[in-house]
């Protein structure tokens, strides 16, 4: 042990300190004090991070509910005061400075981006990973007029079925060469081997079944071993509304439906008059629900409603006498309007069960065995043989138009 550090020295010479400062002991005491110190800035900018990235977390947890929720993403701001307000004191390592708290909105894009990209990606891996799958396709237009296809993929992963949306893309035109090679774009991107499609699904349009130029027909000059599906769902829809033009009459009760609405629909004082006389029947409280064709579950919701308000909608229309009033008075109280009504609840009833069954995200056919398809198909068979003249027919052709597929080409 030195001198210097036992005894001490009266005279302080500079040799003496020269020989301390290359002294092993000197060097060993350096040495522990720039660690103790790098461990402690260490241990500090470590506890700050913890704290950043704990405060990151939350902040993308709530960006990734508000996703999964379909909340505005300019409400993050909103949601993220709440929490503070709650108690969530993590939340306020996000406040910098009075400039900076990631609440503008390309903070919040930056978060829904990350947070995207790692979905995808963990999808992109599934579908590497299994044998085979399939996509699914449909081509819509949104609110600023943009024309757009939607891509779903399915895939079998350890003997389950799985459904991912993968994709939403601008086209630039509505062709089939323009939605095939969108497709292709896809698949390149996220490096899939288009080799392992096993099947296409769409809707009946023809630009995407069609024989010659369609989409379907593009797919198997490239993967003949391909398979293309049309949704069993859009099926039965044509099937249904195909049904319905054998019988001129439910072409006409439908325009009757349509009436029935409008004239709740653009009078609040009818409508107003509708829920008093509700009331003082001790009815349901239903409203009469508009019939669009292109939604699916519509007509049996309309005509359900139709039925259960008929008897306030009767003595509604007898006290107007206004003409428009009474053409539709005399037309509900037919006794053909009545028999529809009656034969088209039963039906829709059924029809809508099948409806939403089809739509299930992961049917199978031990999904179709566990819904009683069969049953169902048994019921609409029943309707068919008990229902008259006029409608005899309907429900057969509907249960053909989906039981048996079309030859795919």
């Not at 939340?91 to 995808?120: C, Q």
């Not at 071993?225 to 009459?249: G, T």
């Amino acid at each position: 042990m030195e001198k210097w550090l036992v005894g001490g020295f009266c005279v302080l010479k500079v040799d003496t300190l020269n020989k301390h400062e290359i002294s092993v002991d000197h060097k060993s005491a350096l040495g522990t004090n720039n660690l103790q110190s790098r461990q402690l800035i260490q241990n500090a900018v470590a506890k700050h991070n913890d704290k950043n990235e704990t405060s990151i977390v939350s902040a993308m947890k709530i960006v990734y509910t508000n996703a999964k929720e379909n909340i505005a993403t300019r409400k993050f701001s909103v949601i993220k005061n709440l929490c503070l307000e709650l108690g969530c004191d993590v939340l306020s390592n996000l406040n910098v400075d009075s400039h900076t708290n990631y609440e503008s909105y390309d903070s919040v894009r930056d978060m829904e981006e990350a947070i995207s990209s790692i979905i995808k990606s963990n999808i992109v891996n599934k579908i590497k990973e299994s044998r085979w799958f399939s996509i699914i396709i449909g081509e819509s237009t949104d609110v600023s007029a943009q024309q757009c296809l939607a891509i779903y993929v399915k895939i079998v992963n350890k003997g389950k079925l799985y459904t991912h949306f993968l994709s939403l893309e601008a086209l630039s035109d509505c062709d089939a060469l323009s939605i095939y090679g969108t497709v292709k774009k896809i698949f390149e991107r996220c490096d899939v081997d288009l080799n392992k499609l096993a099947s296409l699904g769409t809707d009946g349009a023809k630009v995407m079944t069609g024989i010659r130029k369609g989409v379907k027909s593009l797919v198997k000059e490239d993967f003949p071993h391909s398979m293309a599906i049309h949704c069993v769902a859009h099926r039965l829809a044509l099937a249904a509304s195909h049904a319905a033009e054998r019988c001129s009459y439910l072409l006409k009760y439908q325009g009757i439906l349509s009436s029935i609405f409008s004239y709740f629909e653009r009078s609040p004082k009818n409508s107003n008059f509708l829920k008093t006389t509700q009331n003082m029947l001790d009815t349901s409280q239903h409203k009469f629900v508009q019939f669009l064709s292109t939604r699916w579950l519509s007509l049996g919701n309309s005509v359900s409603a139709c039925n259960s308000n008929w008897q306030a909608l009767v003595k509604i229309l007898i006290e107007d006498k206004r003409p428009i009033a009474q053409g539709i008075l005399k037309q509900v109280t037919s006794h053909s309007f009545l028999y529809t009504s009656t034969f088209m609840e039963d039906i829709m009833f059924l029809i809508n069960q099948l409806c939403l069954i089809f739509q299930k995200r992961n049917i199978d056919k031990c999904t179709s065995k566990h819904t009683n398809l069969s049953r169902i198909f048994k019921g609409i068979k029943k309707r068919n043989r008990d229902c008259a003249d006029g409608l005899h027919g309907v429900c057969s052709k509907i249960t053909n138009w989906v039981r048996v597929p079309r030859k795919s080409h």
